[in-house]
Every structure is written in C-alpha cells, then in structure tokens.
C-alpha cells in the first residue's frame, strides 16, 4: 500500500451524518453537502469528455444536477449513500464530488466513486479530498471495507486509487456499460485495519 499522509481536519465530524453531512477541510480544500447553486459548475466540471468517459453519464442539463443533488439528500437521510462536494480553496462551488453507498445493511462494506473537473487533476487535491472521505468512511460510517471499480482503461482513475492506498484485488469482466458498450473493470479495496495501520505508521511527504 502507498501511505498517505495529510494535515488532520480542522472541523470535528460528528456520528448525526443522516441529519447533515459535517463540514470538513484540510489546506486547499473544504468538503461539504452538495447545494442545489453548486449544479451549474458541476455541470461545467463533470459533462466534458475526459472526465465522463469513464463514469456513469452525468446529467446533461443544470436541472438534472439539481435533481441529482436533491436525490443525493434523501439517500442522506434514508441511511444509505453519502455525498460530498469538493470544494477548492478560493472557490464557492463545488468542482466535483466523492459518493460513499452502502453494499450491505449498516455499511459494513460500501463502495465509493469520485469525479473531479480536469482543471484540478494532478494539483494533489484528489489524494487530500480521498483521505478525508476514506476517513469518514471508516471512522464515522463503520465501513470496514471499501470497494471501488474503475475501467481497465482508465489509467488515471487506477492512478488515484493507487495513491491513496486501495489494493488491487482483480479484473470485472464486462461489467460497465457506456454508450452501448461493455468495458472490462478494476476492483480496488481499502480495508479499515489496513487503513488505520497505514495513517498512523507511515508519514511520507506528498509532491
């Protein structure tokens, strides 16, 4: 596993996340609930091609998102899914998203995704936003195994798993659909053992 390690945040989370997702930030970034005034940036961020090719389709108009986002409070509220927006130091909106759902009652084992405007690929933001959500996850959800899937293809995607510390575990064959076509995908797992183990033994220096 490749460590990481980052500033602690500097708000406290709290256990109530079905009533509202705790505000959390490290330097640079904030993450937060998504609001419906953040749909037509994450409209901007998330339709180009370089950034949707690999995911499901996002919605195609700011309506959509608004919808999406009012969707993602309900599952909130209902115990199943959790959602945050990646805010980025100087900005009001968020630039894209990470999403925690249940696989099983009680989140035992849940699976995440992330999304994140291509501006801000390779700025170290990802690995910041991904270990405080991992955290979360883990510390305040009792996630204790966390799947993630990314196409074969996606190098970047495989990249940022990589970085964060998710072990590769094997090859899902045929199991993504996009514009009428089956990609092959990666599956990656953190386990909150594993994970702990990694956060309080290991302090390198992130570039």
């Given amino acids: 596993m490749t460590a990481v390690d ?7 989370t709290t256990t109530d996340w079905r009533a509202a997702l705790p505000l959390q930030a490290v330097a640079g970034l904030t993450l937060r609930e998504l609001r419906a005034d ?7 961020m998330l339709s180009t091609e370089e950034v949707s090719r ?3 389709p996002p919605p195609t108009t700011v309506e959509g998102v608004e919808r999406f986002i009012a969707w993602t409070c309900r599952e ?3 115990g199943n899914y ?6 980025p130091e100087g900005f009001d909106a968020a630039i894209g998203l990470f999403q925690v759902r249940s696989l099983e009652p009680g989140f035992g084992t849940a699976e995440w995704g992330f999304a994140m405007g291509s501006a801000f690929w390779g700025t170290g933001l990802f690995v910041h936003a991904a ?13 204790q195994r966390l799947e ?10 495989k990249g940022a798993l990589r970085k964060v510390g998710a072990v590769q575990e094997g090859v899902l064959r045929r199991s993504f659909l996009r514009r009428g076509h089956y990609y092959d995908q990666v599956l990656w797992s953190i386990l909150a053992e594993e994970w702990r183990r990694q956060r309080a033994g290991h ?4 570039h």
Avoid at 82 to 87: M, P, R, Y
Avoid at 148 to 157: D, Q, S
């Fill in 82 to 87: 959790v959602c945050f927006g990646i805010v």
């Fill in 38 to 44: 953040d749909a037509p940036v994450l409209l901007a």
């Fill in 76 to 78: 909130r509220l209902a």
């Fill in 203 to 206: 302090h390198p220096v992130i």
């Fill in 6 to 12: 980052v500033a602690a945040p500097s708000t406290a």
């Fill in 54 to 56: 690999f995911i499901s």
């Fill in 131 to 143: 270990t405080l959500v991992v955290d979360f996850a883990i510390d305040v959800l009792g996630v």
């Fill in 148 to 157: 993630a899937r990314a196409a074969v293809a996606n190098g970047r995607g």
